[in-house]
């Protein structure tokens, strides 16, 4: 099959290299992570990398990443770990930033033991939360822990206030004592699970991931999205207007569902020989938006 070679160049490196790969190759490929870069990411990773390069000292500021369900906030603290790879020492392997989910409700023995989990740092079955807490310590100057995010932050509203408030006074004390920043991500309950201190609410400034709009910045993320599909035939995802409208309409301009319909459409037309997304791949590629689920 002849490819145009515009639309070839326009390519990502890594997408032309499997273009000639077996279709089952290709759909592996196309559900690979990828990093999509669009302005209110960029915005937040700036932040972050500004935070990580602050000097130590007792009260570190942090940052609360507040978002829809499904929209970029975990993808943004993975890319964030992603450009921040664990360095390998003579002494120790050093690990700048550290992810982990929060756990389900005000928990700061989960929350320790996830961590510890997350740092493959070894500790007693029966350890408590206090000696938790110590190793977390212990470890994290020891491996030179710069920054810890928490993603899911909301979780903990599951418990009684008083046990978020003891949550919440844990991770701030944590910074304390660690002299890092923590970063926070989670829906817009987490404005609640901040605000249980005016301490706690002034110490994570809350950062905003907007719902997606019909503008310009929509379209280049369509247009960037494209360059990494490893169709043979261009599907034009940004310059066709009824096409772009469509993705929108279905996903509601939530950034993970754009990607699920996206991919799923590339799959269908991988299937099907179309090499190329249109309204039929759109319309038959079997997407059902995670509210109907």
């Known amino acids: ?66 978002g829809e369900t499904n929209n970029g906030k975990s993808s943004i603290a993975e890319y964030f770990c992603r450009i921040h790879t664990p360095i390998d020492q003579e002494e120790a392997i050093q690990y ?19 961590i510890l989990y997350q740092m493959m740092a070894p500790y ?79 110490r994570f400034t809350p950062v905003f991931l907007p719902k997606w709009k019909v503008d310009q910045d929509y379209v280049s993320l369509l247009a960037s999205i494209e360059t990494l599909l490893p169709l043979k035939k261009p599907s034009g995802l940004a310059s066709n207007k009824q096409i772009a409208l469509e993705i929108f309409n279905r996903t509601g301009g939530n950034i993970g569902e754009v990607l699920n319909l996206i991919y799923l459409a590339a799959e269908f037309a991988i299937r099907s020989g179309s090499e190329r997304i249109a309204m039929d791949e759109i319309k038959g590629c079997g997407y059902v938006p995670s509210s109907d689920k």
Do not use: C
Request: aromatic content about 6%.
């Open 124 to 202: 007693p079955s029966s350890a408590r939360t206090a000696k938790k807490e110590e190793l977390v310590r212990y470890y994290f100057d020891r491996l030179g822990v710069r920054m810890l995010i928490i993603d899911e932050i909301h979780h903990l509203l599951s418990g009684p206030i008083v046990k978020q408030k003891q949550f919440m006074n844990g991770v701030k004390n944590l910074s304390n004592h660690l002299r890092i920043p923590i970063v926070l991500a989670g829906t817009k309950d987490a404005l609640r699970a901040t605000s249980t201190d005016p301490q706690i609410s002034n």
């Open 96 to 114: 700048p930033v550290i992810n982990v989910l929060a756990p389900d409700g005000p928990d700061l023995n989960g929350l320790y033991g996830e």
């Open 1 to 66: 099959m002849k490819i145009e070679s515009e639309y070839i160049a326009s390519l990502h490196p890594t997408v032309r290299e499997v273009l000639d790969k077996s279709d089952d190759e290709r759909i592996e490929f196309l559900y690979d992570d990828k990093w999509i870069p669009y302005p209110a990411a960029n915005v937040i990773l700036e932040r972050m990398e500004r935070l990580l390069k602050l000097p130590k000292k007792l009260r570190m500021p942090g940052m609360l990443i507040v």
